[in-house]
């Protein structure tokens, strides 16, 4: 059942761990022995699993490099593994007996919160402490609150809309099913393969641009007037 929190499934103490930490415990275990297994067997003359994922880190790169080209070395592990990691975890909804991560809101805020604090990470490491938070006293200090507004709420807005639209996705389906049978899984199978892409595809593609205009805000406020502002 898709509900805000779960109820834990194994506690010690005061402390219980919920069906949604065990499952993302689980995949991240998967994607650790695939990873692994697929970079000791590194050839030359690639096979057909190299080849795809080789495939994948180029599509990734590629997406990257769109939006901060200077930084695409730098943020692939971040952003790599975040959209890797919500593919999987969008999708593990549909093996049964398995629940998806994301279709429970304290997995999405977890995932918003990351988000969050990697944005000010990539900022202040790539600018310097003083120079980034600069940037929220420019061009003037009575911008401050509302700055400060506006990354809470991105970042609210971030957990809740996938969050939202996952476990939306999973009642409409289950009520399709209820209506209609099972005269039409393939349908819905389709459609949950592909809205849990999207998702997965739209959360990392906005990681990735918070991410992107904290590498670049001091370089823009720092540009002259007229002057085209260089992305990085």
């Not at 590629?62 to 080209?69: C, L």
């Not at 005269?183 to 739209?202: D, F, N, R, S």
Request: glycine share 6%; with cysteine; proline share 6%.
């Amino acid at each position: 059942m898709d509900t805000l929190t779960t109820s834990p499934v194994i506690e010690f103490g005061p402390v219980g761990i919920g069906v949604t930490v065990l499952t993302t415990w689980g995949i991240m275990l998967v994607l650790w022995i695939a990873s692994f297994q697929l970079c000791r067997n590194l050839r030359s003359d690639p096979s057909s699993l190299q080849a795809m994922t080789e495939g994948i880190i180029v599509a990734i790169e590629d997406a990257i490099a769109e939006v901060a080209p200077r930084h695409v070395r730098e943020l692939l592990p971040f952003i790599g593994s975040l959209w890797i990691y919500l593919v999987v975890a969008n999708l593990i909804g549909l093996v049964p007996g398995l629940e998806s991560p994301t279709q429970d809101l304290s997995a999405t805020a977890a995932l918003a919160i990351l988000v969050f604090l990697a944005t000010h990470w990539f900022g202040i490491r790539s600018q310097g402490l003083a120079k980034y938070l600069h940037h929220y006293v420019t061009p003037s200090p009575i911008l401050l609150p509302f700055t400060i507004i506006s990354e809470i709420t991105r970042t609210l807005a971030l957990a809740v809309r996938l969050f939202g639209n996952m476990m939306s996705l999973e009642m409409a389906a289950l009520l399709i099913l209820v209506v209609a049978g099972f005269l039409v899984p393939v349908p819905i199978l389709m459609l949950h393969v592909i809205e849990a892409l999207v998702q997965a595809y739209i959360f990392g593609m906005l990681a990735l641009l918070y991410i992107a205009g904290s590498l670049q805000s001091q370089q823009v406020r720092q540009a002259e007037p007229g002057e085209p502002h260089e992305s990085k």
